[in-house]
T-cell receptor
Framework: GENVEQHPSTLSVQEGDSAVIKCTYS??????FPWYKQELGKGPQLIIDIRSNVGEKKDQRIAVTLNKTAKHFSLHITETQPEDSAVYFC????????????FGTGTSLTVIP | NAGVTQTPKFRILKIGQSMTLQCTQD?????MYWYRQDPGMGLKLIYY???????DKGEVPNGYNVSRSTTEDFPLRLELAAPSQTSVYFCASINKAPYEQYFGPGTRLTVT
C-alpha cells in the first residue's frame, strides 16, 4: 500500500518567518494530496489540497507544491503567526484504493512570538 | 449543520470490556471513515464505508467491527478491549467530490 513520510517532526520558527514541511509518497497511483491542521484537542481540518494535474496551489499565506516525478509535495506557510502553531499532517489518496487516505506522521509547528 | 459528531468524548475501559463509539454526520456524505491516532503517529485507517450497507477494512481493522445501516451513522464496535486499543479515535466523512474530508472532534479511549 501507499507509504507517506513527513519531515520534520517538529519545527520552530520566529513569527513572520516562513515554514516548510515536506512529504514523500510511494504509490504512483496517488492523485490527491490534502494537508490538515490539527489544533490541540480537536480533529484535523483541511487547509489546502492539490491534485496530481497541478504543480502548485496557493491560498493567501499557504501554498502547496507537488513534484510527481520525485513523488514529493510540500506545504509552505509564509509570514507565520502564533495562531499557525499546531500539528500539520499531509496525506495521499491513491486513485485505485476506493477513497482511502494515507497520512504522514505529522509536524508540530511552533511559531515563537 | 452540526457536521460530524462523535460520542463519547472520553472513555476508560477495562481489559475485555466492549463498547461502541458513535459517529453521526448530517451532510449526506456517502463516504465515512474511522481512524485511530497514536502519539507521534499519523492517522491509521481502521474501517471505511462508501455507502449504507457497504463497509471495508482499512490498514488496522483487527479488534474492531463496524456497521452502516444509514447514511448518517457509522458506529465502531470494540468487542474485547485490549491495552493496544488505547488511542484517540476520529470519525470522518466526505462526499465523493470534491474530496474534502470532515473530521469529528475525536474520542479519547483508555484501556487499562
Amino acid at each position: 500500500g501507499e507509504n507517506v513520510e513527513q519531515h520534520p517532526s517538529t519545527l520552530s520558527v520566529q513569527e513572520g518567518d516562513s515554514a516548510v514541511i515536506k512529504c514523500t509518497y510511494s504509490d504512483s497511483a496517488s492523485n490527491y494530496f490534502p494537508w490538515y491542521k490539527q489544533e490541540l484537542g480537536k480533529g484535523p481540518q483541511l487547509i489546502i489540497d492539490i491534485r496530481s494535474n497541478v504543480g502548485e496551489k496557493k491560498d493567501q499565506r499557504i501554498a502547496v507544491t507537488l513534484n510527481k516525478t520525485a513523488k514529493h509535495f510540500s506545504l509552505h506557510i509564509t509570514e507565520t503567526q502564533p495562531e499557525d502553531s499546531a500539528v500539520y499532517f499531509c496525506a495521499a489518496q491513491p486513485s485505485n484504493t476506493g477513497n482511502q487516505f494515507y497520512f504522514g506522521t505529522g509536524t508540530s509547528l511552533t511559531v515563537i512570538p | 449543520n452540526a457536521g460530524v459528531t462523535q460520542t463519547p468524548k472520553f472513555r476508560i475501559l477495562k481489559i475485555g470490556q466492549s463498547m461502541t463509539l458513535q459517529c453521526t454526520q448530517d451532510m449526506n456524505h456517502n463516504y465515512m471513515y474511522w481512524y485511530r491516532q497514536d502519539p507521534g503517529m499519523g492517522l491509521k485507517l481502521i474501517y471505511y464505508s462508501v455507502g449504507a450497507g457497504i463497509t471495508d477494512k482499512g490498514e488496522v481493522p483487527n479488534g474492531y467491527n463496524v456497521s452502516r445501516s444509514t447514511t448518517e451513522d457509522f458506529p465502531l464496535r470494540l468487542e474485547l478491549a485490549a491495552p493496544s486499543q488505547t488511542s484517540v479515535y476520529f470519525c470522518a466523512s466526505i462526499n465523493k467530490a470534491p474530496y474534502e474530508q470532515y473530521f469529528g472532534p475525536g474520542t479519547r479511549l483508555t484501556v487499562t
